[in-house]
């Protein structure tokens, strides 16, 4: 599976970005597409996630209410909408995807078996 990530770019406190990643290759196998950010000196944390199959989603509580992960699963394509950005969401965003089946929706770097290369987004106050 590959993983292309774009969207990133920067923007005023307040304002809006969409992400979106692009799967290819053995899509097939993706139980769950996430995504997680890494700021500078900072490790590498959750932000959503959504069960391909289920269309369960869930948020770090650092975003929920204020961004929204979708699909488009004939496209192999998932998107993260960010609104109400905010300068402590600035950071590298990467798309990530879980070929494990799961009940629940994996959070954790190591679930993950598939990463995109990142995406920049920068906020400014």
């Known amino acids: 599976v590959q993983l292309q990530a774009s969207g990133g770019g920067l923007v005023q406190a307040g304002g809006s970005l969409r992400l979106s990643c692009a799967a290819s290759g053995r899509t097939f196998s993706i139980y769950t597409m996430g995504w997680f950010r890494q700021a500078p000196g900072k490790e590498r944390e959750f932000v959503a996630g959504s069960s391909w199959r289920r269309g369960s989603t869930y948020y770090a509580d650092s975003v929920k209410g204020r961004f929204t992960i979708s699909r488009d699963n004939p496209k192999n394509t998932v998107y993260l909408q960010m609104n109400s950005l905010k300068p402590e969401d600035t950071a590298v965003y990467y798309c990530?995807?879980?070929?494990?089946?799961?009940?629940?929706?994996?959070?954790?770097?190591?679930?993950?078996?598939?990463w995109g290369q990142g995406t920049l987004v920068t906020v400014s106050s």
């Open positions: 990530a995807a879980d070929s494990g089946p799961a009940l629940t929706i994996a959070t954790m770097t190591r679930e993950y078996d598939y």
